[in-house]
């Protein structure tokens, strides 16, 4: 069964770094595009970076030039680097897969960012 498993998440100073990781299990990971998004408390889920099978990156405008979003395919893993966070980072991040035309989530990690 697909599995996506996000970890790395935290409470950092405004201005720090976070890095988030997913791994995922149950599907050929290097043939999906993956995705990163996030919810903050009272928002509505909303998309944060995207990965193609083939590397290629799509980025919401308020994270641009801050975030990056990588993937290891040997490792079945994608990742979100975050730099220069500031309080509106503050959310739950999940990745997402669609297969099939199902979508899978993991079950998230917060991250809060203090000012």
């Known amino acids: 069964q697909v599995q996506l498993v996000e970890s790395g998440g935290g409470l950092v100073q405004a201005g720090g770094s976070l890095g988030l990781s997913c791994a995922a299990s149950?599907?050929?990971?290097?043939?999906?595009?993956m995705a990163w998004f996030r919810q903050a408390p009272g928002k509505q889920r909303e998309l944060v970076a995207i990965?193609?099978?083939?590397?290629?990156?799509n980025y919401a405008d308020s994270v641009k030039g801050r975030f990056t979003i990588s993937r290891d395919n040997a490792r079945n893993t994608v990742y979100l680097q975050m730099n220069s966070l500031n309080p509106e980072d503050t959310a739950v991040y999940y990745c997402?897969?669609?297969?099939?035309?199902?979508?899978?989530w993991g079950q998230g990690t917060q991250v809060t960012v203090s000012s």
């Open positions: 990965i193609t099978s083939l590397g290629g990156t």
């Open positions: 149950g599907f050929t990971f290097s043939s999906y595009v």
């Open positions: 997402r897969v669609i297969i099939g035309g199902r979508l899978y």
